[in-house]
């Protein structure tokens, strides 16, 4: 997962970002989960690996950039694990979005 990580801007992607990286692995699923659409940012997503391991990664406004916040086995609860993402956004990008949207 380093190496995906590391390939990534140091900044939220886009949806089209998102695609590249989808079209660029054929092995990966991607699912955008924090994602702010009139801004066109996705501040968090969930890859799945040759359908068997998985790992939610989001983006760290403090400093450390992408983050794995969690790896599990496809098996597992996909909504548990977008929900414990989500959580993990918190209520800092639900500012970011907010003062985005009214600074545009």
Request: net charge negative; charged share 30%; hydrophobic share 40%.
């Amino acid at each position: 997962m380093t190496e995906l990580t590391d390939s990534l801007p140091d900044r939220p992607l886009s949806t089209s970002e998102i695609s590249a990286l989808e079209a660029q692995h054929d092995d990966y699923g991607f699912a955008p989960v924090g994602f702010f659409p009139d801004l066109d940012v996705v501040a968090a997503f969930v890859v799945i690996i040759n359908d068997d391991r998985g790992y939610s990664l989001g983006y760290d406004r403090d400093g450390d950039g992408w983050v794995v916040v969690e790896s599990f086995e496809d098996g597992e609860d996909f909504a548990g694990v977008t929900d414990r993402l989500q959580e993990w956004l918190g209520d800092d990008w639900a500012e970011f979005d907010q003062a985005a949207v009214e600074s545009a």
